[in-house]
């Protein structure tokens, strides 16, 4: 498998849980944090027969159920949040995320497009952007996705370490080693390596 179609670990959406201060002392929330996914879907399930339109409550089901690897079921959640608030970004955020794990680049692609044109959108949103558009094949897009993701949020390892891969299989090794230089710097892993690999 080329470097440029390598699958790359789709990171965890930052914030993972819908959080507010009147929901700290959720008992939902508490046995997510703990890492009780399944305690939690029956904890969020069970809420939402008194609010079955609640975005917070039903996203974050929708997370317990991502934790626990139950992608349709966690689909199915963002999906009916998605429906109540059309412009929420991180919802739309996790949905690219579940696509890109399903490998469903084309409706990855669909809905980082979608986050990222919302004002305020996090540079979480371009590199699953960019993540699409290098599985389908688009390299350039690709690159200016990343370069869009790290203008946002400078200190994004992860972004100039895929941006380092994808520009070592577009055979631009000096621009690659100086985005693995800067993953390095930020400490992220396997950036050392793979300028050990490439740029010695």
């Known amino acids: 498998m080329s470097i440029l179609r390598k ?3 789709v990171p965890v959406i930052a914030g993972t849980l819908f959080s507010c201060s009147e929901q700290k002392s959720n008992p939902s929330d508490r046995y997510f944090e703990s ?26 089901r929708g997370r317990a159920y991502q934790e626990m690897g139950k992608l349709l079921e966690a689909q199915a959640d963002f999906e009916a949040a998605l429906n109540l608030d059309p412009t ?20 990855a692609l669909l809905y980082a497009t979608k986050a990222e044109e919302i004002p305020g959108a996090p540079a979480m949103a371009s590199f699953l952007k960019a993540r699409a558009l290098h599985q389908l094949g688009m390299p350039e897009d690709a690159l200016k996705a990343y370069g869009n993701a790290i203008q946002i949020d ?8 895929n941006r380092g891969l994808l520009k070592i299989a577009m055979e631009r090794t000096k ?15 396997g950036a050392s390596e793979a300028f050990q690999n490439y740029c010695k």
């Open 7 to 9: 699958v790359f670990l």
């Open 35 to 60: 890492g009780d996914y399944q305690q939690a879907v029956e904890s969020y399930t069970a809420d939402m027969k008194n609010k079955p339109s609640d975005v917070k409550m039903i996203y974050n």
């Open 88 to 107: 929420n970004f991180q919802v739309l955020l996790s949905l690219a995320a579940i696509q890109l794990e399903q490998k469903s680049y084309a409706s």
């Open 154 to 161: 400078k200190e994004f390892g992860q972004a100039y370490y």
């Open 175 to 189: 621009q690659a080693c100086e985005d693995f230089k800067l993953a390095s710097a930020l400490e992220y892993p």
